[in-house]
């Protein structure tokens, strides 16, 4: 075992899957929790901001598209969900030296919120940062999905054909566009690696293992 795999071993990892509705996010932190629990680790995952009844009811508030909430507001729910999830889910897990596994982190109030909704950036980061723990701020590894507009939208109609679209998903293309420019940039400025979702979701996994799990 290397000295990097024996670190990974002695301390809980945080790692984010994040990318646009349709990337396959949810898929790609499954396979990968089946990697670490196949390591003998043990892992917890959740879809934010969904997880415990409580941010499960806020989810439903944030994401009811009858409601019409402000970018500011849904700052506010996101963020309050975050808190009771990263308590209550995340660091127990964390401190006994387990892999916290999510879709989506604060990046997307940045993607959706900010450069979708026109939330200011430094107000999203001001109030993340001071609310919530520098280890949720900063994961130790993520990788951001991406796919062209054309192929997220074919997947989104499969999808839709058993699903009601939420307030985001129901957006026109013109904020599902900023959105997509909005991830590119926070990949761009953060550092973050970005894996090519238009492959076959093995081929993802792949890819997704060799930015973070090869990087250990």
Not at 56 to 75: E, F, P, S, V, Y
Not at 123 to 128: A, P, S
Not at 132 to 158: C, F, G, N, T
Not at 194 to 208: G, R
């Amino acid at each position: 075992m290397t000295a990097s795999a024996k670190k990974s071993q002695k301390s809980g990892l945080y790692i984010v899957i994040e990318g646009q509705d349709g990337t396959g996010k949810t898929t790609q932190v499954n396979l990968l929790a089946q990697y670490f629990a196949d390591q003998g680790r043990e892992v917890t995952t959740f879809d934010e901001p969904a997880g415990l009844p409580s941010t499960d009811a806020m989810r439903d508030i944030i994401k009811n598209k009858d409601l019409d909430l402000d970018g500011t507001t849904q700052l506010l729910l996101f963020t309050a969900a975050r808190n009771e999830l990263w308590k209550k889910k995340a660091e127990p897990v964390l401190a006994r030296g387990g892999v916290v596994l999510t879709s989506r982190n604060w990046w997307s109030t940045l993607a959706y919120q900010g450069y979708g909704q026109g939330v200011k950036l430094e107000k999203i980061k001001q109030i993340t940062r001071k609310l919530l723990p520098k280890h949720y701020v900063e994961p130790d590894k993520a990788v951001i999905l991406v796919l062209s507009e054309k192929e997220r939208i074919k997947r989104m109609q499969k999808r839709d054909q058993n699903s009601k679209k939420d307030t985001f998903e129901s957006k026109p293309s013109e904020f599902q566009m900023k959105v997509n420019q909005g991830y590119e940039t926070i990949a761009s400025e953060l550092k973050i690696p970005v894996v090519d979702a238009s492959a076959t979701i093995d081929e993802v996994h792949a890819n997704i293992c060799k930015n973070i799990i090869n990087m250990l």
